[in-house]
T-cell receptor, first 115, second 113 residues
Framework: NAGVMQNPRHLVRRRGQEARLRCSPMKGHSHVYWYRQLPEEGLKFMVYLQKENIIDESGMPKERFSAEFPKEGPSILRIQQVVRGDSAAYFC?????????????FGPGTRLTVL | AQSVAQPEDQVNVAEGNPLTVKCTYSVSGNPYLFWYVQYPNRGLQFLLKYITGDNLVKGSYGFEAEFNKSQTSFHLKKPSALVSDSALYFCADCSGGYQKVTFGTGTKLQVIP
């Protein structure tokens, strides 16, 4: 059973470009979470999605950031018009659909560098 | 608001000695507490969790944690540290609903040979 997959592992963008980060959850998992980790800091929650639904996006910046988890295919975190402050590691996690407080399984992350 | 605090940015311990990484929590209601480890340039790996039941929780790689309600703590422990335990450790809580995890700021563990 493959773990959570993220690609690309490293992404370099110039200011003003768009960044698209992809996450494929573990098999059987229907809950996806995105976190951002700035250098020397802990992880900050961004958004929680289920298939075709955004459940909680309270940690997502109001502008330039969006996320989706379509019926088919991976979850996408999209950052438009990137700025240097967007440089960070972005982690995706998934958990199973059943209730209760389950641990989340993390992908290896995408390291975004904005030049 | 739910929060967890890790008061130490870094912990140094000699190989073979016991280690403790501290975590305190502040949540309304019952806490759901986790420990994760992050190796350089890697994602987080789950170590253990406390939901209910025994206050002493055993996890992966010989780690354990003790839930202490009176001290609102959930310290991570290991009887004998290995150099390979050197990593960044995060305490977390997900009692805030929707399984949204609130992470502490992390503690860097350095095991000295």
């Amino acid at each position: 059973n493959a773990g959570v997959m993220q690609n690309p592992r490293h992404l370099v963008r110039r200011r003003g470009q768009e960044a698209r980060l992809r996450c494929s959850p573990m098999k059987g998992h229907s809950h996806v979470y995105w976190y951002r980790q700035l250098p020397e800091e802990g992880l900050k929650f961004m958004v929680y999605l289920q298939k075709e639904n955004i459940i909680d996006e309270s940690g997502m910046p109001k502008e330039r950031f969006s996320a989706e988890f379509p019926k088919e295919g991976p979850s996408i975190l999209r950052i438009q018009q990137v700025v240097r402050g967007d440089s960070a590691a972005y982690f995706c996690a998934s958990s199973p659909p059943s209730g209760g407080a389950h641990e989340q399984f993390f992908g290896p992350g995408t390291r975004l560098t904005v030049l | 608001a739910q929060s967890v605090a890790q008061p130490e940015d870094q912990v140094n311990v000699a190989e073979g000695n016991p280690l403790t990484v501290k975590c305190t929590y502040s949540v309304s209601g019952n806490p759901y507490l986790f420990w994760y480890v992050q190796y350089p340039n890697r994602g987080l790996q789950f170590l253990l969790k406390y939901i209910t039941g025994d206050n002493l929780v055993k996890g992966s790689y010989g780690f354990e944690a003790e839930f202490n309600k009176s001290q609102t703590s959930f310290h991570l422990k290991k009887p004998s540290a290995l150099v390979s335990d050197s990593a960044l450790y995060f305490c977390a809580d997900c009692s805030g609903g929707y399984q949204k995890v609130t992470f502490g700021t992390g503690t860097k563990l350095q095991v000295i040979p």
